[in-house]
């Protein structure tokens, strides 16, 4: 499932039930209940909170004692594609190149068909990510894996033909994506954590998804 918006998706009724969240804004959670999920999946989504921070503590609060929390997303607003104008210009990054007010007329007055994400950006860096997601593998929460996708071929000769409209370091416009895992920790595993310094991963069976 791409898009929980499409009509293939909202036609899965009952299977599949939604859950209206406003994830990035504070107390998220106590509009809804002490409810709690074995693994909470946020897909594409990351780069679109304003406040990516409170995203992830509203998202690891809805994970349950022994639960995770899955985070896949791109792209990161620094690379190649970052603007998400995949129909309005191929031009990697774009969004250094060109006046983004621009893009958007150019498409409006080609009637060319795209996704206003451009406005819904966060604009996060890889290194203020890097940063959010390493400060959280903390007690009752176990950072299982942070996982980069780096490209360095889309772009490269742009990069490499303009370098002054790239004054940061390489990775940060070559890293595409995102993929992260946070486990929270039962009470019984948080102490055997203390005790030993470490954190075994679970080997339960998780039944319940919540995706964001």
């Given at each position: 499932?791409?898009d929980?918006?499409?009509?293939?998706?909202?036609?899965?009724g009952?299977l599949?039930?939604?859950?209206?969240?406003?994830i990035d804004?504070?107390?998220?959670?106590?509009?809804?209940?002490n409810?709690?999920?074995?693994?909470?999946?946020?897909y594409?989504?990351f780069?679109?909170?304003?406040?990516p921070?409170v995203?992830?503590?509203?998202?690891?609060?809805?994970?349950s004692?022994?639960?995770?929390?899955y985070?896949?997303f791109?792209?990161?607003f620094?690379s190649?594609r970052?603007?998400?104008f995949?129909?309005?210009v191929?031009?990697?990054?774009?969004?250094?190149l060109?006046?983004?007010?621009?893009?958007?007329?150019?498409a409006?007055?080609n009637n060319?068909?795209y996704y206003?994400?451009a406005g819904h950006l966060n604009?996060?860096?890889l290194?203020?990510?890097?940063?959010?997601f390493?400060s959280h593998d903390?007690?009752g929460?176990?950072l299982?894996?942070?996982?980069?996708i780096?490209?360095?071929h889309d772009g490269?000769?742009?990069y490499?033909?303009f370098p002054?409209?790239f004054?940061?370091p390489?990775e940060?416009y070559?890293?595409?994506?995102?993929q992260?895992?946070f486990?929270?920790?039962a009470?019984?595993?948080?102490?055997?954590?203390?005790?030993?310094?470490?954190?075994?991963t679970s080997?339960?069976a998780i039944p319940?998804?919540?995706?964001?």
């Amino acid at each position: 499932m791409r898009d929980w918006r499409t009509p293939e998706s909202k036609a899965l009724g009952d299977l599949v039930p939604f859950h209206m969240m406003d994830i990035d804004q504070p107390n998220c959670k106590a509009k809804h209940g002490n409810t709690t999920w074995d693994v909470v999946v946020s897909y594409n989504a990351f780069e679109h909170f304003s406040k990516p921070r409170v995203a992830l503590e509203n998202m690891l609060s809805l994970v349950s004692p022994g639960g995770v929390l899955y985070i896949n997303f791109n792209c990161l607003f620094n690379s190649a594609r970052g603007l998400h104008f995949y129909n309005i210009v191929p031009v990697p990054f774009c969004q250094f190149l060109f006046n983004i007010d621009d893009l958007v007329r150019y498409a409006r007055e080609n009637n060319i068909t795209y996704y206003d994400a451009a406005g819904h950006l966060n604009g996060w860096s890889l290194s203020q990510y890097r940063d959010l997601f390493r400060s959280h593998d903390e007690e009752g929460v176990r950072l299982i894996f942070l996982k980069e996708i780096y490209n360095p071929h889309d772009g490269s000769d742009i990069y490499q033909e303009f370098p002054q409209y790239f004054p940061m370091p390489e990775e940060e416009y070559f890293t595409r994506g995102i993929q992260v895992m946070f486990e929270r920790l039962a009470l019984p595993r948080i102490l055997e954590q203390t005790a030993q310094g470490t954190a075994m991963t679970s080997e339960n069976a998780i039944p319940s998804t919540l995706y964001l």
